[in-house]
């Protein structure tokens, strides 16, 4: 029996298939593990100019910001035209890693670049030299790249799947957000979150305060609003049976603080937010009833 492949071979086959970099990033996008195919000289000779390394920092980074709000993968094109792909790795509903893979030159049906980055590259490199980097970075149709997004995807999965990410590769703050998130239906203190994580309280509040800007408790607040007005459009439980499955043992509390972030009430969001997805439906165009006679 073949044993299952580790992080590493799983990074490594990616990197066989595709020819693309494959790049692991922590959750404060630190690069754990970075595999470089031939092609990346090219993105190194860019780096050597402080200019272009800052524009090539600043869209990764808009790209991790993006991710991370979102929760999604996705795509994105680099300032110099190269395709890239970033996908989160989850842990109890926490992201603790990036898998980032890429650069490709995104080609047509007849080979040339689609966002003209030969063409279009910064005037230091319009050279015959640097114009043959470029060329070794792997050259892939819209449709190759989809095909690698998706398998991407499946790595990606892989990966979180059997826990290659574990707790002691995450910080202080990712792992009171694990905690938190595995258990918002419960009543949770800094206390119990000392006692869990083996350290003070006045440790716990300033590392969250400084790594995300906010405090446990907005935080712990934002998720339990979050799953509950999921379960007030997903069930038929009433109001008090959903506060008190979010952790909210105090009705008017629940109330006030889903108030404070949505505007509205608990019943109130509710009943527009159905009303406005009946609304939808109806709007959809049913065929005439003659029209399926013959």
């Not at 991790?64 to 989850?90: D, K, N």
């Not at 590769?169 to 869990?196: F, H, P, V, W």
């Not at 939808?280 to 005439?288: A, L, Q, S």
């Amino acid at each position: 029996r073949m044993p299952l492949p580790d992080l590493e071979c799983t990074l490594q086959t990616f990197h066989a298939i595709s020819k693309m970099d494959v790049g692991l990033f922590d959750a404060q996008y630190r690069c754990i593990r970075n595999l470089s195919a031939c092609g990346t000289t090219f993105c190194q000779e860019l780096h050597k100019h402080r200019p272009f390394l800052k524009m090539c920092l600043a869209s990764d980074k808009r790209a991790f910001l993006q991710v991370e709000q979102s929760g999604a993968a996705g795509r994105y094109t680099c300032p110099f035209g190269f395709s890239e792909m970033l996908v989160p790795i989850f842990e109890n509903d926490v992201v603790v890693a990036y898998l980032i893979g890429g650069p490709a030159v995104e080609v047509d049906g007849n080979g040339q670049p689609v966002n003209g980055t030969d063409d279009d590259l910064p005037l230091e490199f319009r050279t015959e030299a640097r114009r043959a980097l470029l060329t070794k970075i792997p050259h892939y149709t819209r449709e190759q790249l989809d095909a690698f997004y998706q398998t991407f995807l499946l790595f990606a999965q892989y990966i979180e799947s059997k826990g290659f990410l574990s707790a002691q590769n995450r910080s202080l703050g990712q792992m009171i957000k694990a905690y938190i998130c595995a258990n918002l239906g419960e009543k949770i203190t800094l206390a119990d979150l000392s006692t869990k994580l083996h350290c003070s309280t006045v440790t716990l509040t300033e590392n969250f305060r400084h790594e995300f800007g906010i405090t446990i408790a907005q935080y712990m607040t934002g998720k339990r609003i979050c799953l509950a007005k999921k379960q007030l459009l997903e069930t038929g439980n009433s109001i008090s049976e959903i506060a008190e499955s979010c952790g909210f043992s105090d009705l008017a509390y629940f109330s006030r603080c889903f108030r404070n972030t949505t505007g509205q009430s608990p019943s109130e969001y509710r009943r527009t937010r159905n009303q406005t997805d009946n609304e939808k439906r109806g709007c959809k165009k049913t065929p005439h009833p003659q029209a399926s006679e013959s």
